[in-house]
Structure formats: structure tokens, C-alpha cells
């Protein structure tokens, strides 16, 4: 019947990607740690699974409204 493998199946890790402005490293250290906890309480998975890419976008290539968020006012 098929070809079933009798090889266990390894489960998918996650792979999260955040695209942001630039950050301070200890605000995304908090920031991995935090997603990686929601995977793990969400998919059961181990923490060495998860993985955690941060995409950093200068400001200069990145707008809102069709403005730059360098050009855009400092809250």
C-alpha cells in the first residue's frame, strides 16, 4: 500500500520573520524570547526549534502614507 517510510516524522520547525525599523539588541533579545515562548505554548514545540529572523529596515527604506518614517515627525 505506498511507500511509507517507518522513519518517525520530524516536525516542521517555525520559522518566524519580523520586518522592523531599528531596534536596541536588548529590546530584541525580549522580543525573540517572547515569540519563541508563544510557539512553544501554542505548537508544543521545543525551543530549539523555533527560529526567530529579525529584518531590520533602515528608515530611509521604509515608508508610511507614502511618507519616509525618517522624514516622519519623532513621537
Same mark, same amino acid.
Not at 515562548?37 to 529579525?54: H, R
Given at each position: 500500500?505506498?511507500?511509507?517510510?517507518? /522513519?518517525?516524522?520530524?516536525?516542521?520547525?517555525?520559522?518566524?520573520?519580523?520586518?522592523?525599523?531599528?531596534?536596541?539588541?536588548?529590546?530584541?533579545?525580549?522580543?525573540?524570547?517572547?515569540?519563541?515562548?508563544?510557539?512553544?505554548?501554542?505548537?508544543?514545540?521545543?525551543?530549539?526549534?523555533?527560529?526567530?529572523?529579525?529584518?531590520?529596515?533602515?528608515?530611509?527604506?521604509?515608508?508610511?502614507?507614502?511618507?519616509? /518614517?525618517?522624514?516622519?515627525?519623532?513621537?
Amino acid at each position: 500500500m505506498g511507500n511509507r517510510s517507518t /522513519t518517525p516524522r520530524r516536525l516542521h520547525m517555525p520559522i518566524v520573520t519580523v520586518q522592523q525599523g531599528p531596534r536596541d539588541v536588548e529590546l530584541k533579545r525580549d522580543l525573540v524570547a517572547r515569540i519563541t515562548d508563544a510557539f512553544v505554548d501554542a505548537l508544543n514545540v521545543p525551543a530549539e526549534s523555533v527560529q526567530v529572523w529579525i529584518q531590520e529596515v533602515p528608515t530611509d527604506s521604509w515608508a508610511i502614507g507614502g511618507v519616509l /518614517t525618517a522624514d516622519r515627525p519623532k513621537k
